[in-house]
């Protein structure tokens, strides 16, 4: 069964680095997501992606964040100078239609 | 504002002792409602979709019911192994894909 992919599974960066968090889609899927949830807290819309680009985003997904497509597999997250409140598991997912399939995470702590 | 209420926050179980997840929403033009399953450090794990007030779907021990205000998910003789944190979430009007996810049932199943 076909699933969403992430990579790396953890990170550890320092305050002011620089982080891709990378992702592979189901194959057929036409939408792209990135969730997050803060420790103990609710999971959160960041930003989805249709066509090659943002389609909605949060409030959450401020300067400091960009998404990316770079080839027809892959769907990227980067955050450009990470915080201390960037720590957080991140979520990709996708869909065909209205249901969204999650992958396993990446779990980002930052120092 | 919450979109989305669970409750109860936390619940034990016996084994083989049923019981009922109740998802409030107050989101105008429901698109979805959605119920993932999520174990602790992994991503969420979909269950059912939800489209219109009256609908069930069923799958193994557990059934989900839609009305016009609230889902519920209910849990038949449930097994260890069914113990998660089940999460709903609910998609809002045409053109905005995003799932907005309430904080969860955390249950634990005795053997």
């Known amino acids: 069964e076909p699933e969403v992919t992430q990579t790396p599974s953890h990170q550890v960066t320092q305050m002011g680095q620089e982080v891709i968090l990378r992702c592979v889609p189901i194959s057929n899927h036409l939408y792209f997501y990135w969730y997050r949830q803060i420790l103990g807290q609710k999971v959160e819309f960041l930003v989805s992606?249709?066509?090659?680009?943002?389609?909605?985003k949060s409030e959450i997904f401020d300067d400091q964040f960009s998404v990316e497509r770079p080839d027809g597999s892959n769907f990227t997250l980067k955050i450009r100078s990470t915080k201390l409140e960037d720590s957080a598991m991140y979520f990709c997912?996708?869909?065909?239609?209205?249901?969204?399939?999650f992958g396993p995470g990446t779990r980002l702590l930052v120092l | 504002e919450d979109q989305v209420t669970q409750s109860p926050e936390a619940l034990r179980l016996q084994e083989g002792e049923s019981s009922s997840l109740n998802c409030s929403y107050t989101v105008s033009g429901l698109r979805g409602l959605f119920w993932y399953r999520q174990d602790p450090g992994k991503g969420p794990e979909f269950l059912f979709t939800l489209y219109s007030a009256g609908e069930e779907k069923e799958k193994e021990r557990l059934k989900a019911t839609l009305t016009k205000k609230e889902s519920f998910l209910h849990i038949t003789a449930p097994k260890p192994e069914d113990s998660a944190t089940y999460l709903c979430a609910v998609q809002a009007p045409m053109g905005n894909n995003r799932l907005a996810f309430g904080k969860g049932n955390q249950v634990v199943v005795i053997p």
């Open positions: 992606f249709y066509n090659n680009e943002i389609s909605e």
């Open positions: 997912a996708s869909s065909v239609t209205e249901t969204q399939y």
